[in-house]
């Protein structure tokens, strides 16, 4: 194992994303799946790659302004 620096906005950033995760948690209770995962589903699942894969990800990319680069 060996140890990571990450940049402090990556630190707050990440510190936040875990309080959203905590909201849905308390806002759908039970039927959240607990996890480890930085990224869910909004029921705590992990986030399936093909469903990046089937156009999603150009949903998600679009605000940042970032572009999915085509495979191969």
Known sequence: MRDTVLP?????????????QQ???EL???????NDFVFT????KP????????????ALLQPSGATQRPQG
């Not at 759908?28 to 607990?34: L, M, Q, S």
């Not at 986030?47 to 999603?56: C, E, K």
């Open 8 to 20: 402090a906005i990556l630190v707050e950033l990440l510190r936040r994303q875990r309080v959203r």
């Open 47 to 58: 986030i399936d790659a093909s469903a990046l894969m089937d156009g999603n990800l150009a």
């Open 28 to 34: 759908i209770g039970r039927k959240w799946t607990p």
């Open 23 to 25: 909201q849905q948690f």
């Open 41 to 44: 589903t909004p029921w705590g």
